[in-house]
Each structure stands twice: as structure tokens, then as C-alpha cells.
């Protein structure tokens, strides 16, 4: 091999290491390693003390023949993340990017300042803000409302109807990330389109129907399996503002694991559980990517202007 | 050798010395790990008094060690949440050298070789340790040998708040008459939610009964009215009746049906559930146990034990069944040494110096928990500011132990979770049962028993 083309490989690996090295490095960290470990762990007997005495297949045998809870947390699972995916986090996501690139633009980015406002703010905080909202008594912000304005009994939400709780907490706070995928990806439709629009004599309707949601299908398709994959593994602001409960009624498979793992010391039966958690994620995901045509997105495009 | 060189040589010497001097004069770390909890600041404090005591004395030996006590003081929510901590602090070797802990947690430490055998080292200090309530040694006890000194006891209670009562229609005489009552088992754990039940519907509170928020020892002593012992002392393991565990839903679910018990309840605070029971006056029944009458008296601006009694009645857990047995519970509060210490004689001799009368009266007086030492019992200020402690220790012919057994702590929570569903309108009290014999079979095994 000529030298200068040892040299050039040489600089190949150095740039190799130098660009994907630290991608790589955070990746094995916080994805591989993790799942490594609670494989191993989900096949030993871990418990209170954090000592292993055994490799055994219990905690499986007991999931899927003796764990009356787990269908429930399945179920619990099931609705919250379908109901907060097609209601907030796509649905309501698209329409507030509709309607905050609708209006002027400064006042667009003002509305859109104002949704990301909960995402800035430390999770603790956001979950204290809902608890105060459905407090049961008349100080909770909506019973106020509910009494003062309406002359009604207080509600309690948080007792009565903690999934709506949950869903919207999780929904208000997720819509935001979709909005902004949404509003770059109307921004980047050419502005003549709608100018032709226009002149055709399409109302507003008829070009949100027939220009904008026709550009939309990938942004949206990647939001929902994007989206999907978080609610199925996020529970900190279920944990802050239900802990699960009443019972187990908010209790959702991932939190159903840390539970288990941390509230019974269960640690190896909570890493079993979490990784039949992954594996569900794996085959939502493959599930999502095959029915939507992902791949078509992926293609490399067929005309290329050079 | 000219002048310089012995002049550096001299310097060279006095370096070295100072040097070794402060490398003898090191300090002794002794780590605490203690939950920051407001009914006993000095469960800590003691250790650390402790420590300036014995450096006190070092000085006077000319010694050059002295004792740092280093204090972690913890955040958990109960002592269920703070032990599981403390276990894993121990299993990744971050423990302390001397923890607190529910006495009943002494068996999972034990076993699991975290907490020390202290036998020996209370067998050969008669003169530290000779004072100490005998009884009390039986709830730091495993397995036949000490692995614990007891901190404190206390005595739980009902509190019912007397001028509620009045409100009710009760006349003083009634109010009085009410213990006596309970104690003769006429008044049972029925009768008492009928009451809060009452007062809720009539408008006269927003909650009848309100107790801890999260799984603890109470629920012990209620459950016991209803015939459920969850430790069998023959196998040493942990039982459950079935029977008994659905008469004591039953209840649960009769108490919550009356609007006795509050679907809240467990998910409020124990900063809404003290504002609700003391200051804001919105609950007829609290229940928790005597340090509590600190708090109470603050809230109420009580001074001494007959503006206290004008106000507030104690009761007994009464029985589940007419004629039955009331029932209470002594949940003595303990320090362990940390077998895996390497400074073990050293913190037991420092737990041995804050297990003193003197200091632990102190924590006693200033928290009402009841104290330690026969001596203490006695002393001038327990006399004068301890009425409640006096008055409360009667109380103590009907209380029990939680078993010392490894596995307590999951068996309370499990049954918290059953009481919570049921409170919430979750479970009926057949499912309830269900649940909790279910939970318990699939967590901890062979260590239960259940019975029909």
C-alpha cells in the first residue's frame, strides 16, 4: 500500500473515533449497558439486599402464570399511550402547529414560546402545578372554578378519574415536541404552493387538507412511532402526580416495573419486567416502521440533481 | 558538620515530627445514617452529643484521637423507604457505621450480616446497658441474640378531638366514659366509624378518621382486634387468616361506605393530613401515637395535661367484635451497629453513651416518646413535662411487637396496598383479600403461612 494511502486510512479511523466515537461511547453507556445488565439481572434472584444467590427462571415463571396485576398494567398501558398519542401528542400537536403558523409570525412564536413553557420547567415542578390543579379541596385551582364559577361541589380527579389526569398532564407537556417537528415541516413546504393556491381559489381548509397534511405524512408517521416508544417508557410525571394510584389504577407497565423493583425491593423481578418492556418497544416499533412504510423515507431519492 | 547543617538537620526533625504528630492526632470518622424525621431530631443528636462526650474524655487522657461523627440524615418517607436505602447503601459498601432503624427492620439487617451482634458487647458493659426496660430488649431481638439497642418506645392511639364530640351531642360525661368503654370491649372498631361516620354525614367534619398516608406499623393494632397475628412464633415465619383478614376489610370497606374513612386518605401528605387533624380541626379521629400530643399542643396552644384532656381523648384500638380484646402497639424506634464497621467497638460504645438516661430522657421529653431506662421514668423533668408519657403507659397492658421477622416490611405494605384499594373504592373486601394473599404467596413465599 502507497503511504499516502495508509496516511489517508489512518486519518479515516482517527476521524472515525473523533466524530462517532463519543456518539458511540454515550450509546453503549445508556442503551447497551443498561439492557446488558438487566438481562442478567432478570434471570437472578436480586432482592432487598442486592445479593445474588442464583441464576434462575422464577421471575419469568411467576410473570406470565401467577402476576394477577399484569394484565391490568397492560391494559392501563394500552389506554393511556393510544389516548395521549392520537389525541395530544399527533392530533393536537398538528393543530397547534396549524394554527400557530396561521396566524401572524411573531404571534405564532409567542403562542408556541408559551406551550414549550412546561418543557423548560423542571418535571417536579410541572407535576406540582397538576397537583395543585385537581386538589381535591376548594384550594385545587379547578375546584375553585368548579365551586366559585359554577356553584358546584368540588371534584376530586385525581380519585375519580386519574387516567384523565395522567393523560392530560402527559399530553399537554408531549404535544410540544410535536408541534415544533409539525410547524419546521409546514415552514419548509414551498410558499408557492400556496400561493396557487390561493389563486385557484382554495379557502383555507381546502389547503390545509390538500397542501399541508399531504407534506406532513413522514413528520407525522416519525412522531408517532417517535412518540409511541417515550409514553411507553416515561412515568416521572405519573410517579410525581398519581405514584400509580389510586391502587394500581395509573399504575402503566414501566411504572409497574419500578414499582415492583423499588417499592418491594423486587429488584430482579422489576429488571424481568422491564425487559419484557423492551421487547415490547422492539416490536411496536418494527410493528409501526412495517405499516407505515418507514423505509420508503430512508430510500435514497431516485432523481439526484447534480 | 558546620552550623547549617546541623541547624537543618534540627528543622528536618521538628518537620517530621509535627508531621507524624498530626498524622497520630487523625480524627476517627463515625458515619450515622439516621431519617431526618421532626418526632425525633435527637435520635441523632444523641449519637453526635455522644461523640463530644468521649472526645471530651480523650482530652482529659491526653490522647491524640478524637471522634467525628459524620451525619447522614435521610429523606425517605417512612422507615420501610429509608431501610430499603440504608440496604443498599450496605450492598454497594457505603454504609454506616451506626444506623436507626424500626426495631422490626432488625431482623432483615441481621440476616442479611449489616447489623451487629451486640450480646457481647452488652454482656461485658452491665454498667451501660443495665438500666434499660427489659421488655424492650424483645423487639431488638432475632433469632436469641441482641442486634439493637432500643431508642425509644411509644404507645399509639386514637385521638379524638373532644369538642367535636360536643358538637356530635356528647356531653362531657359520654366523652369520658368512652375509653372505659373500649377498654371493656362495648365500644368496638364499628361504633367508633358510626361516630366518625356521623360527623362527617351531620357536617360537623370533613374527615372521620384520619391515619398515616403510607404502609407503617399502625394498621397492626387494628388489625388485631380482628383476630389477624401475623407472626407465628413456632415456625417463625409470618402468617395470614384469611377469615380474619376478610373481617378486617370488611370493616375497612363498612368504615369507608360511612364516610369514617376518607378515598384521600392516602393520597394526601402528612403535612395535609397533620393540617387537617390539628390546626384546621377537619377530622373527629387521628390516628398515630403519643408524640403526637407535641404537635397537637402547639396547634392547639395547650398548656399541661388538663387543657390537653379538655380537648382530646385517647383511645385504645377497640376490638373488632362486641366483648373483644382492645389492642395496641409499642413501635420501639433502635440503633445498630454496622457488622461490616471497622471501627464497630467504637460506635457501639457511642450508642452505649446515647442510650444513657440522661440524653435519652431528653429525646423522650422533648419528642413524648417513652423512655428507655427504668430510671428515666422518675427524673424531675420526665415527671413535669412527661404527663403525657405517664399518662399514656396504662395503655401499654394491651400493646404487641411487630415480629422481628426479615420479611415485616414487605407483609406491611402489601396489606397497605389492600387497605388503600379498598379506601379508594378500588377492591371490595372479598378482593381485597384476594389481592393481599395473592401479593403476599407471590412475594415472599415460603416465609408466610396462610390460613384459612
Not at chain 1, 412515568?235 to 402503566?252: C, K, N, R, S
Not at chain 2, 376518607?262 to 397533620?274: G, K, L, P, V
Not at chain 2, 397537637?296 to 399541661?304: R, V
Not at chain 2, 453513651?353 to 413524648?368: D, G, I
Request: include cysteine; charged fraction near 20%; hydrophobic fraction near 50%.
Amino acid at each position: 500500500m502507497p503511504d499516502f494511502a495508509r496516511a489517508q486510512l489512518r486519518r479515516q479511523r482517527i476521524n472515525f473515533g473523533l466524530f462517532l466515537g463519543p456518539a458511540l461511547a454515550l450509546l453503549f453507556l445508556f442503551f447497551v449497558a443498561p439492557i446488558v445488565i438487566d438481562l442478567v439481572l432478570a434471570f437472578t434472584d436480586m432482592g432487598r439486599t442486592l445479593q445474588v444467590s442464583k441464576l434462575t427462571l422464577e421471575n419469568f415463571e411467576r410473570m406470565f402464570t401467577r402476576d394477577s396485576r399484569l394484565l391490568g398494567a397492560l391494559g392501563v398501558t394500552f389506554i393511556f399511550v393510544l389516548t395521549t398519542l392520537t389525541v395530544f401528542n399527533v392530533t393536537f400537536a398538528l393543530l397547534l402547529a396549524l394554527v400557530t403558523t396561521a396566524v401572524p409570525r411573531q404571534l405564532g412564536a409567542f403562542f408556541r414560546a408559551v406551550w414549550l413553557l412546561p418543557r423548560m420547567s423542571p418535571s417536579v415542578v410541572y407535576a406540582l402545578l397538576w397537583l395543585w390543579v385537581v386538589d381535591p379541596n376548594e384550594r385545587g385551582l379547578l375546584n375553585q372554578i368548579v365551586v366559585h364559577v359554577f356553584g358546584m361541589p368540588p371534584i376530586d380527579l385525581r380519585n375519580n378519574h386519574p387516567l384523565l389526569v395522567i393523560i392530560l398532564a402527559n399530553g399537554f407537556i408531549g404535544a410540544s415536541l410535536g408541534m415544533l417537528i409539525f410547524t419546521s415541516a409546514i415552514r419548509s413546504i414551498p410558499e408557492h404552493l400556496f400561493h396557487a393556491a390561493r389563486v385557484d381559489g382554495a379557502g383555507s381548509l381546502a389547503i390545509v387538507r390538500h397542501i399541508t397534511l399531504p407534506a406532513m405524512r413522514w413528520p407525522i408517521s416519525y412522531m408517532t412511532i417517535h412518540q409511541t416508544l417515550s409514553l411507553l417508557v416515561s412515568f416521572e410525571y405519573i410517579l410525581l402526580i398519581t405514584g400509580g394510584g389510586p391502587f394500581y389504577d395509573t399504575t402503566v407497565f414501566s411504572l409497574y416495573a419500578y414499582r415492583r423493583a423499588f417499592e418491594s425491593g423486587e429488584y430482579a423481578y422489576g429488571a424481568a419486567l422491564s425487559l419484557v418492556l423492551v421487547a415490547i418497544g422492539v416490536v411496536a416499533a418494527l410493528a409501526m416502521w412495517r405499516l407505515m412504510d418507514m423505509q420508503k423515507l430512508l430510500q435514497p431519492p431516485r432523481i439526484e440533481v447534480h | 558538620m558546620n552550623w547549617k547543617h546541623a541547624l537543618s538537620g534540627i528543622v528536618g526533625v521538628v518537620l517530621f515530627c509535627a508531621a507524624a504528630t498530626s498524622a497520630l492526632a487523625e480524627d476517627v470518622v463515625i458515619k450515622v445514617w439516621s431519617r431526618a424525621d421532626r418526632s425525633g431530631p435527637l435520635r441523632a443528636g444523641n449519637i453526635v452529643a455522644a461523640g463530644d462526650t468521649l472526645n471530651k474524655m480523650l482530652a482529659a487522657a491526653g490522647a491524640d484521637k478524637r471522634v467525628k461523627i459524620e451525619l447522614n440524615e435521610t429523606n425517605a418517607k417512612g422507615y420501610d423507604d429509608d431501610a430499603l436505602d440504608l440496604l443498599k447503601a450496605f450492598a454497594v459498601d457505603k454504609g454506616p457505621d451506626i444506623f436507626v432503624l424500626a426495631h422490626e427492620w432488625t431482623g432483615a439487617f441481621a440476616e442479611a450480616g449489616y447489623a451487629l451482634n451486640l450480646e457481647d458487647h452488652i454482656g461485658k458493659n452491665p454498667e451501660l446497658y443495665g438500666d434499660i426496660i427489659v421488655p424492650l430488649w424483645q423487639a431488638v431481638s432475632y433469632k436469641g441474640a441482641r442486634y439493637g439497642v432500643p431508642q425509644d418506645s411509644e404507645v399509639r392511639m386514637f385521638f379524638l378531638n373532644n369538642d367535636k364530640l360536643r358538637k356530635l351531642g356528647m356531653t362531657d360525661k359520654d366523652i369520658a366514659a368512652l375509653p372505659g368503654k373500649v377498654d371493656a370491649g362495648e365500644f368496638t372498631a364499628y361504633d367508633l366509624c358510626d361516630l366518625a361516620g356521623q360527623a362527617v354525614q351531620k357536617g360537623v367534619v370533613k374527615y372521620g378518621i384520619l391515619h398515616r398516608p403510607n404502609a407503617g406499623p399502625d394498621f397492626q393494632m387494628m388489625m388485631e382486634g380482628f383476630g389477624l397475628e401475623p407472626y407465628d412464633k413456632a415456625a417463625a415465619k409470618l402468617q395470614v387468616s384469611k377469615a380474619a383478614l376478610k373481617d378486617f376489610f370488611t370493616w375497612v370497606k363498612y368504615c369507608t361506605d360511612k364516610k369514617a374513612f376518607s378515598a384521600t386518605n392516602t393520597a394526601m401528605s402528612w403535612d395535609a393530613i397533620e393540617q387537617a387533624s390539628f390546626a384546621g380541626e377537619e377530622a373527629l379521629v387521628f390516628f398515630h401515637g403519643v408524640w403526637r400530643v407535641t404537635d397537637q399542643s402547639k396547634a392547639w396552644s395547650l398548656k399541661g395535661k388538663d387543657d390537653y384532656q379538655r380537648k382530646v381523648t385517647w383511645l385504645n384500638a377497640p376490638a373488632g367484635k362486641k366483648g373483644g380484646k382492645p389492642s395496641n402497639l409499642s413501635h420501639p424506634i433502635a440503633y445498630a451497629v454496622s457488622a461490616k464497621s471497622k471501627n464497630k467497638d467504637l460506635a457501639a460504645y457511642l450508642v452505649a453513651l446515647a442510650s444513657q438516661p440522661v440524653p435519652n430522657m431528653r429525646h423522650a421529653v422533648s419528642t413524648n416518646h417513652t423512655p428507655i431506662n427504668y430510671g428515666e421514668q422518675s427524673m424531675p423533668e420526665v415527671v413535669d413535662k412527661g404527663w403525657a408519657l405517664v399518662a399514656a403507659t396504662p395503655m401499654l397492658k394491651y400493646a404487641s411487637f411487630m415480629p422481628n421477622h426479615p420479611k415485616i416490611g414487605q407483609y406491611n405494605g402489601i396489606i397497605f396496598k389492600g387497605i388503600q384499594g379498598v379506601e379508594t373504592g378500588r377492591l371490595s373486601a372479598q378482593a381485597a383479600t384476594d389481592f393481599v394473599i395473592d401479593e403476599l404467596g407471590n412475594e415472599l413465599g415460603k416465609d408466610v403461612i396462610i390460613r384459612n
